[in-house]
């Protein structure tokens, strides 16, 4: 015997199951409808002033559509959600999101405006540089042609570790170059067998009743010992 399924009929609209889905007692219509106007109508995006990356649930990232998508279902909570940018009016300030969601074994989508609202600060990188953030000072000295060789490669080694030099003080015969990270700092000389500099450490300050300390490496590259200018890296 053949069971003829009830047309049913959404209490709100009124629509019936011929033709929509339903999700519980209510269509699929109303129910999107119903999860859309429980969301917010504008999100805001943390944005660094200084080098105008978004923050996203990884990190701050440069602005482009897919950090824009992680910001705002990280800003919304909505971890739930499988986020789509359809489009973005940055001079607008909106963006057309497709969200994605099963409820209960049902697949549910629906589109919504949103108003992103960019909220200017500084990143903690950046924040940190802006202060004047310092855990290692690299007291270079040395002929100018292989100081500034050195400056390059460290520099260079410390932005892939994601740190950053706050400031790079001139001398008569070198310069004391001020990092961020001293692991970077050590990881740098580690990687170079000919380089060995003296160390030191400075007491600067408490955390959670550990003490800080900041590292100091002094290297003078017409030391014989140090071979810089003999060897390529």
């Not at 053949?2 to 209510?26: A, Y």
């Not at 219509?29 to 805001?44: E, N």
């Not at 050590?186 to 408490?206: H, I, R």
């Amino acid at each position: 015997m053949q069971v003829v399924e009830m047309v049913r009929f959404c209490p709100t609209c009124n629509r019936s199951s011929d033709e929509v889905g339903f999700i519980g007692e209510f269509c699929e219509v109303c129910t999107a409808d119903k999860i859309s106007k429980a969301m917010p109508d504008t999100v805001s995006i943390k944005r660094c002033k200084n080098c105008m990356d978004i923050k996203t649930e990884i990190d701050y990232e440069p602005l482009n559509k897919d950090s824009i998508e992680r910001a705002i279902k990280h800003e919304m909570h909505a971890k739930e959600f499988r986020l789509k940018m359809l489009e973005y009016d940055e001079s607008k300030g909106t963006a057309d999101i497709l969200f994605k969601t099963d409820i209960d074994g049902n697949k549910l989508s629906f589109i919504k405006k949103l108003h992103i609202k960019i909220e200017m600060g500084y990143c903690p990188k950046c924040y940190r540089m802006k202060a004047g953030y310092y855990e290692a000072v690299v007291q270079l000295r040395g002929r100018s042609a292989d100081v500034e060789n050195f400056v390059t490669k460290l520099l260079k080694f410390i932005d892939s570790r994601k740190g950053f030099v706050s400031k790079i003080d001139d001398m008569p015969d070198g310069c004391d170059i001020y990092a961020s990270d001293k692991a970077a700092v050590s990881a740098f000389f580690d990687s170079k067998d000919n380089l060995k500099p003296k160390k030191s450490y400075e007491l600067y300050g408490m955390r959670r009743g550990k003490k800080l300390y900041r590292h100091k490496f002094f290297i003078d590259l017409r030391d014989p010992r140090g071979l810089w200018s003999r060897k390529k890296h």
